[in-house]
């Protein structure tokens, strides 16, 4: 029974193609991220979640666009990607915003660009 | 600009020994801290945290101690076992920005032999 689970695991597509992850959490969180890790393996956060409404955008460009029908779901689309895009990216969900509340994260999806 | 830095990008230690990791971090107004162990192919998952109000924290196996005035963090872990090998991310919050928002290091990859 995964906690947070995103799909594709792997996700190999041409520059200037649109694609999507999708991720879904069933621990009944209410706040919900993504994280890119790039090839410094740097952990940064991208967005986040909380009850379906955008609270943060961490200077990402415009081409990714992050959409949450529910508080369940946080699904990333990213438009014309470009070879700077090839990194692996993590969903992840929290109880709340607190300071100190820990993140579940799901297995990634590690996106190459050619 | 690295505000949480682990240094060390690996650490090798035998089965039983004490391993210790390290973190540096430069913004003062952190207040909380977390460790965070990472398996190839998975998402991280959170292992002990600890608030700026403590020196120390333990957990099993696991204790993490903070130097506030040193701005370090280190995490031990006695004894080592072989299923410990694994990366392991220093996080810490950062309320200046974006409530929430865990600023994550480069990771130290550990691997503890047989």
């Known amino acids: 029974d995964t906690a947070v689970s995103q799909t594709p695991k792997y996700l190999v597509t041409q520059m200037g193609n649109d694609k999507s992850i999708k991720c879904e959490q069933n621990?009944?969180?209410?706040?919900m991220y993504w994280y890119k890790q790039d090839s410094k393996k740097f952990l940064k956060i991208m967005f986040s979640y909380n009850n379906k409404e955008l609270i943060i955008n961490e200077t990402v460009p415009n081409r990714f666009s992050p959409k949450s029908p529910d508080k369940a779901h946080l699904n990333l689309h990213i438009n014309s990607l470009e070879l700077g895009d090839s990194a692996v990216y993590f969903c992840?969900?929290?109880?709340?915003?607190?300071?100190?509340?820990?993140?579940?994260f799901g297995s990634g999806t590690q996106l190459s660009v050619l | 600009d690295q505000q949480v830095k682990q240094n060390s990008p690996s650490l090798s230690v035998q089965e039983g020994r004490i391993s210790i990791l390290n973190c540096d971090y430069t913004?003062?107004?952190?207040?909380?801290f977390l460790w965070y162990k990472k398996y190839p192919a998975e998402g991280p998952t959170f292992l002990i945290s600890i608030s700026s109000i403590k020196d120390k924290n333990e957990d099993g196996r696991f204790t993490v101690f903070l130097n506030k005035s040193a701005k370090h963090l280190s995490l031990h872990i006695v004894p080592s076992q072989p299923g410990d090998s694994a990366v392991y991310f220093c996080a810490a919050n950062n309320y200046g920005g974006s409530q929430g928002n865990l600023i994550f290091g480069k990771g130290t990859k550990l691997s503890v032999k047989p």
């Open positions: 621990l009944g969180h209410d706040t």
């Open positions: 913004n003062s107004m952190f207040d909380y």
């Open positions: 992840a969900s929290s109880p709340d915003r607190a300071r100190g509340e820990k993140l579940f």
